[in-house]
């Protein structure tokens, strides 16, 4: 099993930045990639990010060139820089993990940490 925790949200004015982290334990050597999702009210749960083991980014296009993953290694942890902060990017943000062995994969999910950007 993966556990997930999720610090770093909070309360931000438009424009303004954060940093999320998300801290994984347990079952380390089966993860594979680590991201972020986000769910605003009243929506769907969308993808935000994601690293994989080799360093490899994916990033959603509505938070490209504003938002950036990256992981710590040594610390087991990932982080998601947010800059530029719009009133849209307000929601839940969830750290995601993928765990993958010989024929089986499991996604393990934070708790979320909420994130609001309101003047």
């Known amino acids: 099993q993966v556990q997930l925790v999720e610090s770093g949200g909070g309360l931000v004015q438009p424009g303004g930045s954060l940093r999320l982290s998300c801290a994984a334990s347990g079952s380390i050597s089966s993860i594979v990639s680590m991201g972020w999702y986000r769910q605003a009210p009243g929506k769907q749960r969308e993808f935000v990010a994601r690293?994989?083991?080799?360093?490899?980014?994916n990033v959603a296009d509505s938070v490209k060139g504003r938002f950036t993953i990256s992981r710590d290694n040594t610390k087991n942890t990932v982080y998601l820089e947010m800059n530029t902060l719009k009133p849209e990017d307000t929601a839940v943000y969830f750290c995601?993990?993928?765990?993958?062995?010989?024929?089986?994969?499991?996604?393990?999910w934070g708790q979320g940490t909420q994130v609001t950007v309101s003047s």
């Open positions: 995601n993990a993928i765990s993958s062995g010989r024929g089986w994969s499991i996604n393990h």
């Open positions: 690293i994989g083991n080799s360093g490899n980014t």
